[in-house]
Structure formats: C-alpha cells, structure tokens
C-alpha cells in the first residue's frame, strides 16, 4: 500500500498539513527521520514487539462497527463535550471515557480491569487505520496519530517532544457513570 508514496521526498522541516491523509504521511515520513537517526545513535536497529487484541474485520461486522463510531467517535466526544462542560473539558479524555464506557456495556469490564492492573498509565483511543471493512472503500484512516503520539511519549521522549503536535493530561480524570 505504501509502495507508491515516496516517503523522503516529504518535506517535514514544514507545519504539518491540515488534511488528515496527508498529515498521516507527514508524520510517518517524520517518523522515519527520527527512527534513522535514533539508529545512528544507538548503533544498532531500533527492534519492537507487537501485540494484537482482536480479529479481523468482515461483513457481517460492518454495522457493528458504524455504531461503534456513533457511540465512540468524533460527533459522539462533541456531543458529551456540549452536554456536561464541567465534566468534559478534554477531547481526548473524553475519548478515553467513551472508549471504557463502551467496552464496559459490552461486556469487557474485566479486560478494562486487567489493562489496569497491568499497566498504571493506560488510555483508550477511538480509530481506524484502513476506514473501512475489507473491500469496501478507499484507505481513509481516522484518529491514528493520537495513539501513536501518546505511545512515544511513554516510550522516547526524544521522539515525542519533536512531534508535540497533541497535549495529553498527565492523569486522565475518573468519571462516574452517575455524572456522566
């Protein structure tokens, strides 16, 4: 998929564009830079380990997925943010309440518990890097800088503080169900 963008020839010495397409490609070219570099420090390649949660997508999960977005995304973080101010006053934190409110009223109050206990610094992101379910649709990804941006400011914050594009609270304040 990526075979066609010639990631060296973005300039990222600019203000990252507006249109989130091509902001993604900013940042991952950007991302490029600096993992090079950080190799070059390190004199080795930068390793990782990736875990993945769920399944993949297919038909019958398209519905699903377009209420997900009605409860989880962006006019659903709005609209909790226009309804109770007080309460609300991050997005992303808001994002992160949507996000556990969600997978409690579906059942996953225990994984929510565990990603808990396990990690003391955690938050939840609505996003989506293909858009779409399978074979239907353009790429159109949504909200994947965020996560990414948030991962390297636990993880290098050499390469966070040279993206600080987003500013996350330090402690996302709990909500009761009752208040919100």
Known sequence: MFNEIDFSKIDTSITPPQDD??????????LAEMVALRERELGRRITYC????GCQMNEKQ???VAGI?????????KSQMDSKPELF??????????CRKFLKENGMESFIN????????????????IGHTRDKGQYNPQGVLA?????????????????NDIKFSRKIPKITESAA
């Not at 397409?21 to 950007?30: D, F, G, I, L, P």
């Not at 977005?69 to 973080?77: H, K, P, R």
């Not at 565990?114 to 890097?129: G, I, Q, S």
């Not at 996560?147 to 503080?161: E, I, N, R, T, V």
């Open 89 to 98: 006053k991050d997005y992303y934190d808001t994002m992160d309440h949507l």
């Open 62 to 64: 398209s519905e699903v």
């Open 114 to 129: 565990n990603v808990d206990l396990k990690f003391k610094d955690n938050r939840y992101f609505a996003c989506t890097a």
């Open 69 to 77: 977005m009605d409860e989880i995304g962006d006019l659903a973080i």
């Open 50 to 53: 990736l875990q993945t949660f």
């Open 147 to 163: 996560p990414m941006q948030w991962l390297f400011g636990k993880a290098d914050s050499k390469m966070y503080h040279s993206w």
């Open 21 to 30: 397409t091509e902001r993604q490609y900013y940042y991952m070219a950007k």
